[in-house]
C-alpha cells in the first residue's frame, strides 16, 4: 500500500487543521493506520515518542497519545481509502512534520510496527 498525507499547512494557536492520509492498493481495510510526527528539520529514526494517533481496521477503536487526547480525533473512511486526522486547539508544541503509516497487524504506538510510510505534510502553529 502507498501512503500520502496532505492537509497541513500554517495556522495560529487555537485554530484547527484537517490532515487527510491517502492510500492507493486494494484492500486498504485490512490496515491499520497511524499518525506520527518528527519536528521540523530534525528528520532521525521514528520513536514511540512521536506517536500522536491510531485506529483499527474497521474505525471502532481508536487511540491517541497524551497529547493529542481530548484536541485530536482520528477516523477513517475505507470506502475511499482514506484517514483523517483532525486536530483543534492547536498550540506551537503540535508544529510538525506529520507522517501516516500502515500496517497489516493489530494496532500498535510504536513506529517499528508500521511497515508502510508515507510521505508527511508540515503543521506550523504560530503563536
Known amino acids: 500500500v502507498q501512503l500520502q498525507a496532505s492537509g497541513g499547512g500554517l495556522v495560529q494557536a487555537g485554530g484547527s487543521l484537517s490532515l487527510t492520509c491517502v492510500a492507493s492498493?486494494?484492500?486498504?481495510?485490512?490496515?491499520?493506520v497511524g499518525w506520527f510526527l518528527q519536528a521540523i528539520g530534525k528528520e532521525r529514526e521514528f520513536a514511540e515518542r512521536?506517536?500522536?494517533?491510531?485506529?483499527?481496521?474497521?474505525?471502532?477503536?481508536?487511540f491517541y497519545a497524551d497529547s493529542a487526547q481530548g484536541r485530536f480525533s482520528i477516523s477513517r473512511d475505507n470506502a475511499k481509502n482514506m484517514v483523517y486526522l483532525q486536530m483543534n486547539n492547536l498550540t506551537p508544541e503540535d508544529t510538525a512534520v506529520y507522517y501516516c503509516?500502515?500496517?497489516?497487524?493489530?494496532?500498535?504506538?510504536?513506529?517499528?510496527?508500521?511497515?508502510?510510510w508515507g510521505r508527511g505534510t508540515q503543521v506550523t502553529v504560530s503563536s
Open positions: 492498493g486494494r484492500a486498504f481495510s485490512t490496515y491499520v
Open positions: 503509516a500502515a500496517d497489516s497487524s493489530v494496532v500498535r504506538r510504536a513506529p517499528k510496527d508500521y511497515d508502510y
Open positions: 512521536d506517536f500522536v494517533a491510531a485506529i483499527s481496521r474497521s474505525g471502532a477503536s481508536t
